[in-house]
Every structure is written in structure tokens, then in C-alpha cells.
């Protein structure tokens, strides 16, 4: 048997959802031949086989391909292939979006349909949810410097020769005004928290040179006790006045340096009959406070 002797009848194209019978014919006087069938080379063990008839009941997409025939025995001898198209409405429709996420009001967006049939969709309408008339009326649909007012939901339906279909896309806008809001307080928090945080550094510092300042008071001021004495140093009593008021003197001895004792002065002044003079007077005589300035 020549390969020419076997060969495919059967439709070239059938709509989705019909059937349809394909036939292996030889012209060869066989003795209750077996038929083999293959799509796409790949043998057929699911569908219906009758004698030499292939029947493809309730066609699908799925179903087009190329078929061939052989009869058992002489598998290595197929007939020639025959390709069967599938027509069926548009499917897997889908919208998407450029650029994508909320768009800035004032940019441009495009949208654009996909979709798969057979035949291919050439037939796309645009809708707006809401809205009567149509949109726009090819497969990308335009939106020039888009406003608040054309955010919401739009579809797009596809249509071909075999039905039609919708697909959907969410169309969100974000305003310019609450945009320049939003970066308004932002920027003004960010402005506010760099101001605390400067106050609080001053006054932090301020504190730290009050503190210093206290401490440096502190260290240079002594307190002493002064005995009343009778006793004093020669060089002091050799210019003394015999009419002078009496000069104690006592030693203070600075705790922050390494120097020379430090002398001052302290002067009692007593009522004298002498002069009339009324000054100061010590009600305990024998102990006398005085504050001394470290002299440096």
C-alpha cells in the first residue's frame, strides 16, 4: 500500500460547540482493516473511533490540530495530515493599564484589551461605569492629561464573528492638590520635630553652663572662722595706730591651689568714747564669720 492510497475527509473549519466526523479513505481493497488515528502525531485513544470515522462530538477549541490516519499493521505508513480550525468566541479577556497603579492627575494613561478568539477580535468597545455612550472604540483607549473625573470602573468588550465578551479595569486618579497637602505636612513635621529638637539641645546646654558657672561660684568662695586675737604679724604691727580700730587676722588656706597661705583682713569696730563713732556691734565677740574671695 503507497502512503498516496490513504488520506483525511473532513471539515477545514467548525464553530465551537458542533461536532464533527472525519473519515480515513484509502483506495485499496483491504480485508476489515483496523484505523489508527493521530493528532499531532500523537495517537488518539480517547475519542470515538467507528470503523474508518473519527467523531469529535461537541468540538472545543481544544480539538484543532492536524490528523492523520494508519492503518494497523502499517503504522509507519500515515496519510497525508489535515488541519482543522476551530472557531469560537472571544475568551480570557483582559485590561491593563499604563503606567500602572493611581495615576497622577495631569499624566496621560492608556488602556488596552487583549483577548483570544478565533477569528481574532477586531471589534473592541469601550465603556465607562455609568456613563451611556461608549468611550472609545479601538483596542488601546487614551486618556489625555487624566483629571479626577475619569477615575472609575471602565470595560472593554471584545467582539468577533462568534460572541463577545467584557473585561474590567479600576481607574484610580490622585489629585495634585492633596498630593502638594500631603508633602505640606510632611515637610512641616519634619520642620517641627528639627525645632524641638533644637530648643531642647539649647536648653540642655544652658543648663549644663549654668551648672559650670554654680560650681565655679562655689569653688571660689571660702568660709573660715575668725577668733578674735591679740596676736598680730609684725609687719602689720609695726603700722599700726595707737588709735587704730583692733585688726584680727587668721589664716585661710585655699583647698584648689598650692600657692602661699591668703590673708584678709577683718576689722572690729567697738564703740569708743574717743571718737563718738557708733559702728557695728558683736553680740559674740568670740566668734566672728566672714567670706572670703579666693584672690587669683
Known amino acids: ?45 480517547t475519542k470515538t473511533i467507528e470503523n474508518n470515522q473519527l467523531h469529535l462530538q461537541t468540538v472545543s477549541s481544544e480539538d484543532a490540530g492536524s490528523y492523520s490516519c494508519a492503518v494497523r499493521g502499517s503504522q509507519h505508513l500515515h496519510s497525508t495530515a489535515h488541519s482543522l480550525r476551530v472557531r469560537y468566541p472571544p475568551r480570557n479577556v483582559s485590561v491593563s493599564i499604563s503606567p500602572s497603579g493611581e495615576e497622577l492627575e495631569g499624566i496621560s494613561v492608556t488602556l488596552t484589551c487583549s483577548s483570544d478568539g478565533n477569528p481574532p477580535v477586531k471589534i473592541y468597545t469601550w465603556f465607562k461605569e455609568g456613563e451611556t455612550p461608549p468611550v472609545g472604540s479601538e483596542q488601546n483607549y487614551s486618556i489625555i492629561s487624566i483629571t479626577v473625573d475619569h477615575a472609575g470602573l471602565y470595560y472593554c468588550e471584545a467582539q468577533n464573528d462568534h460572541g463577545a465578551l467584557n473585561g474590567t479595569v479600576m481607574v484610580s486618579v490622585k489629585s495634585q492638590s492633596s498630593s502638594a497637602v500631603w508633602f505640606a505636612v510632611g515637610g512641616g513635621s519634619f520642620l517641627l520635630i528639627t525645632v524641638l529638637i533644637c530648643i531642647c539641645s539649647f536648653h540642655r546646654m544652658k543648663k549644663r553652663a549654668a551648672g559650670t558657672d554654680h560650681s565655679k561660684t562655689r569653688q571660689d568662695v571660702l568660709y573660715t572662722n575668725v577668733t578674735p586675737s591679740t596676736s598680730r604679724p609684725a609687719q602689720a604691727a609695726d603700722s599700726a595706730d595707737s588709735g587704730a580700730a583692733d585688726v584680727l587676722y587668721d589664716e585661710v588656706t585655699s583647698t584648689d591651689q598650692q600657692g602661699e597661705p591668703q590673708y584678709d583682713n577683718v576689722t572690729l569696730h567697738h564703740h569708743t568714747a574717743a571718737t563718738g563713732t557708733v559702728t557695728q556691734d558683736v553680740e559674740d565677740p568670740s566668734m566672728i564669720y566672714s567670706t572670703v574671695r579666693k584672690k587669683d
Open 1 to 45: 500500500m503507497q502512503l498516496s492510497e490513504l488520506h483525511v475527509e473532513a471539515p477545514e473549519e467548525v464553530t465551537e460547540g458542533e461536532t464533527a466526523d472525519l473519515t480515513c479513505k484509502t483506495t485499496c481493497s483491504l480485508t476489515d482493516p483496523t484505523f489508527i488515528w493521530y493528532k499531532d502525531g500523537r495517537p488518539l485513544t
